[in-house]
């Protein structure tokens, strides 16, 4: 076994050899710029882009013409929410969106409410997580112009019931943008299927490049318009300016074309290996909830607080293994995790969640030998844990008037 | 962020780990911090002739909160009542290196020592009243 052992794959996942080999060619002797309509070297590279275009299109059931290549998927969703709300704001000036969203979708819409006088509702999620359709249908008024609802939690791994919010919006005629930067090239994505309008996700989190994403763009039913957010040479269809990434899309394409093939057999090896690990750490330890759904998640998500341990210390007791903790000291806000605070997860619960992200890469035995260092480290925090003393002499945490500071 | 080695030491080898019982002869508690908070400390001074002869601690929280406790049940011990009461948490954060994002780890452990040598002394004065 090699470390440290990587299990962090909903921050970033590994190249694919792959990929990397589908790249190299388009540095050096394809270096082309796609846009250059008069020679060789030009259509070489645009060659290598819309087969890109068309293998990533291919996996979410596109069209080719719909995929709007940017630098990853806070650049996609900054100019999906933005992009629709400048271009449709004679229609009206309200978006939908929810509470547990990333932060390239929440920090785009409070930009949008403070800077273009935009309302926004953003709506609860059940315990698990989820947005309930019936929440997104009676926030609705005559001046909805965008629903923007995630596939997938990137805490959680909670999967949302995106068919059926893409069917209210297609009832009230209502764009539907999707953040599905996790749940894309892990689960099956119909746009068709989903009724979804536009779509942002990136390349880094399945196994391509960092520095390249795609908005989908729907072409018919509706045309769907969005403004520029960038101006220059109106590449992208007017969409998006800037010398396409020749290489960095090339990889795109592959690490999608890779998913399309390999992503039912990942998930079904992942989703089994994390089963594993959650048995294992459960049948060991007591007092351990999980965080997300229990089956409509993710399949390599596993989330998990661990009471009475605080997440900072337990990813120090077991630093040759990365993992991802909701823990104020983890994050650069100081706050606990807002995912989980959105759940219902009391803070101190949320200071003690731990993420595990499984990845086409992770191996049954690095997943085990993770399972029994947590139970470890675990254990040994709580013999030092003067919350965990209390509770064992019954006194009940949440009488005790505690100094908040 | 990386550790400073000397947090890491006090983390994978915590000093005086444990408890005292809380109405033992001498005991002074201290529990400071709160579980939302992310950080809760308890610290017990053992104390004979107005020395401290031993001092235990227990903590939720981050590394450099357990590192910071550790570090302040080694100094404690052999500190009169007094002395123990200057112990700064600046002085704490240069022995631990701290970066500025965990200077309330050292707060909070200069609080939990404060905390331990009042309810010390309550509990010397209780007896005083008694005789």
Known sequence: ?405 | MAYSEKVVDHFNNPRNVGSFKKEEDGVGTGIVGAPECGDVMKLQIKVQNDTIVDAKFKTFGCGSAIASSSLATEWLKGKTVDEAGKIKNTDIVQELNLPPVKIHCSVLAEDAIKAALADYKKKEDGKETVK
């Open chain 1, 1 to 405: 076994m090699k470390f440290p052992i990587y299990l962090d794959n909903h921050s970033t996942t590994p190249m694919d050899p792959r990929v990397l080999e589908s790249m190299l060619p388009y540095f050096t002797e394809k270096f082309g710029n796609s846009a250059s309509r008069n020679h060789a070297f030009g259509w070489e590279a645009e060659e290598g882009v819309e087969t890109a275009r068309k293998q990533i299109a291919k996996l979410i059931h596109a069209d080719a013409k719909e995929i709007v290549f940017t630098s990853g998927a806070t650049e996609s969703d900054n100019l999906a929410l933005k992009g629709v709300a400048e271009m449709y704001h004679e229609k009206g000036d309200h978006i939908i969106t929810s509470s547990t969203e990333h932060r390239a979708v929440l920090d785009t819409a409070k930009a949008l409410e403070a800077k273009r006088g935009i309302k926004v509702t953003y709506l609860p999620v059940d315990k698990f997580g989820m947005v309930n359709p019936e929440d997104v249908r009676n926030a609705i008024t005559d001046k909805t112009i965008l629903i923007s609802i995630m596939f997938a939690n990137n805490e959680i791994g909670t999967i949302n019931p995106i068919k059926e919010i893409g069917k209210i919006a297609k009832e009230k005629g209502i764009l539907f943008h999707c953040d599905a930067t996790q749940g894309m090239g892990k689960v099956p994505i119909d746009v068709q299927d989903l009724g979804i309008d536009l779509m942002s996700f990136s390349a880094h989190k399945i196994y391509g490049p960092k520095g390249v994403g795609a908005l989908y763009v729907r072409k018919k039913n509706p045309r769907v318009r969005i403004a520029a957010q960038m101006d220059g040479g109106g590449h992208e269809r007017g969409m998006r300016s800037g010398t396409l990434p020749v290489p960095l899309i090339v990889g795109f394409g592959r690490a999608c074309e890779l998913c399309e093939q390999e992503m039912a057999a990942d998930a079904a090896r992942l989703s089994v290996m994390r089963d594993r690990l959650h048995a294992n750490i459960t049948s060991a330890l007591e007092e351990v909830y999980l965080n997300g759904h229990p089956t409509q998640r993710l399949p390599h998500n596993l989330n998990i607080s661990f009471a009475y341990v605080e997440g900072e210390s337990l990813l120090m007791g077991c630093k040759e293994i990365a993992l991802s903790s909701g823990s104020a000291c983890t994050s650069a806000t100081l706050e606990p995790s807002y995912v989980l605070r959105a759940l219902g997860v009391g803070a101190e619960l949320a200071h003690s969640s731990i993420r595990f992200g499984l990845g086409r890469f992770t191996l049954d035995e690095e997943v085990d030998y993770a399972g029994k260092r947590i139970i470890e480290v675990v254990t040994k925090l709580r013999e030092m844990s003067p919350l965990y003393e209390m509770a064992k002499e019954g006194i009940d945490l949440k009488s005790v008037s505690w100094a908040a500071h």
